[in-house]
């Protein structure tokens, strides 16, 4: 369900019937809806009229006054040196859950008396906002047959997705959470190991940063599908970038299944492939692994492989020749730098 329409209704209505400037944001401070700014304004309220959202700063800021707990209106007062201006943050609360926050900027005139008389208006907005996140919860159920990779589970699926898509798969956190309902209009979520979404291909990047940073943990993105019915074969491609930037530093936090060139054939093998591979470089210990590592990624570039490592050229000649020895393999031959190279990535898998 979308309520955009509801909550711009509500807000235009509140701003009419307290004369001030009136905005409503969903819970991670996502910009949904403003009307007439009447008087002055700040530059957080221009900027989260310009940008959509308010910055980490400014949340920081007004959560220090206790609002995403608060079962009031909370005033703040305004302050000179940050420019912020006094204004009332109004917690749109809905059976104990805060959905968002209503903010009224204050030149004084907001009573008491005057806000408990729109308190009806609040509660609608605090509704609509529930309604909508119940109906995440609902699509995120419908998203788990749409993105199954059996066909007939995926016929069966009643969700209606507008195309292009694409999917993204994020590793959860013991003792993190992310609030997936407040994910913009037209992103599903469902939670799981790892939490699935299926986002507008152009929302998929920005999506995929804000939940694994929600996380603290990683994040693989699928191509983009035009065609929904496709978006299993991104969700596929999006846990096996997630499996890629787990292991491999250089594409972490965030994977693209698009950016990964050769590491999309690993991460496509399973655990007995990358076992065989893998096998081919056991005989090397961390540092020789790491140093051979180096070397081949470096296109066999020793100067360049000394200085990424910190040693002298002759330390590095010393540490492949004992690795060329242990694995009777030849650095210099193209064919035994490829296995060596893939069992090294390999071994970063298994």
Known sequence: MDN?????????????????????????????????????????????????????????????????????????PADADLKVLARVCW????????????????????????????????????????????????????LRALLSADPEERSGASLEVPGPVAAI????????????????????????????????????????RTVQAAYGTAAGIGAVRRDPGEAWQSWREARQALRIAEHFPRFAPVARWEDLGAHRLLARLGQADLAELAAETAALDGELAHTVETY???????????????????????????????????LGDGDDRLVVHLGLKAARLV
């Open 4 to 76: 955009s329409a509801d909550l711009q209704d509500i807000v235009d209505e509140l701003a009419r019937l307290l004369g001030a400037s009136a905005t409503l944001e969903d819970r991670s401070f996502r910009l949904l809806a403003y009307g007439a700014q009447h008087g002055d304004i700040d530059t957080v309220r221009q900027e989260s009229i310009l940008r959509r959202r308010a910055t980490p700063e400014v949340r920081d800021y007004f959560e220090r006054y206790g609002i995403a707990r608060a079962g009031h209106p909370v005033r703040i």
């Open 296 to 330: 081949l990624d470096l296109g066999g570039h020793a100067q360049k492989t000394a200085a990424e490592l910190g040693i002298h050229r002759q330390t590095l000649y010393y540490r492949l020749g004992k690795a060329e020895r242990l694995l009777g393999r030849d």
């Open 169 to 208: 798969a994020v590793r959860e956190s013991d003792n993190r959470v992310a609030a997936l309902w407040t994910l913009p209009r037209g992103v599903l979520a469902r939670a799981g190991s790892p939490v699935a979404l299926l986002a507008p291909a152009h929302l998929a990047a920005e999506v995929a």
């Open 91 to 142: 917690p749109l609360r809905h059976q104990d859950v805060t959905y968002g926050y209503l903010w009224l900027l204050d030149s004084g005139s907001l009573t008491d008396d005057l806000l408990r008389r729109v308190e009806p208006l609040v509660g609608r907005a605090a509704a609509a906002l529930a309604q909508e996140a119940r109906s995440r919860r609902d699509a995120g159920r419908g």
